[in-house]
Every structure is written in C-alpha cells, then in structure tokens.
C-alpha cells in the first residue's frame, strides 16, 4: 500500500476549483495511477472527512515552445471529491 502524500499533490484552488468547493466537491491533484478507492482513502486520511463520491480525469499535457525546439509538459489526472454535507477541506491559499 502506497503513502497517502504520495496519491494526493495539492487541493487545487482554481476558479472552477473555488466554485466547486460551495457545494462540499473540491478538486485535488492525484497521481496517475491512483484509482478511485485509494483516492477516497488517501483524502479521509489526510483531510479528515468523509467522502461521499469521487470522480477522476485524466489530462493530457500541452505542447510547449522554447525557442526553436517543442516540447511536452507531462500528463496529468485530477479528481472532483465530493464530501458529506457540512463537512469541509482546510485550503491554504
């Protein structure tokens, strides 16, 4: 079994991410190979709440530039968690 830290980066405070957190769902950054029960477990462990759902997408990375050569930043997935009613994730901004 994998360390938490290691399935759950950051709680991401984006205008979609701010938006969602009104309803109990905030959206955390996972890594790629995290499923869906070890991300339940990983945010009731770190965060302690209880989660009622979650819902996982996987990102593709844009092509960058730098000068004459192209590039590709790395792949990426995402989850919207949603939480029990009343309870909420602490967020440091």
């Given at each position: ?51 009622k ?6 990102q ?34």
């Open positions: 079994m994998r360390p938490v830290t290691n399935i759950v980066k950051n709680v991401r405070m984006t205008e979609k991410g701010a938006r969602l957190a009104e309803s109990d769902q905030y959206l955390v950054d996972v890594a790629k190979d995290a499923n869906k029960i070890e991300i339940r477990n990983a945010v009731e462990k770190l965060f302690e709440v209880k989660v759902k979650v819902n996982t997408i996987s593709h990375g844009k092509w960058r530039r730098l000068g004459a050569r192209t590039g590709r930043k790395p792949d990426w997935k995402k989850a919207v968690v949603t939480v029990e009613k009343g309870q909420k994730i602490e967020v440091k901004e």
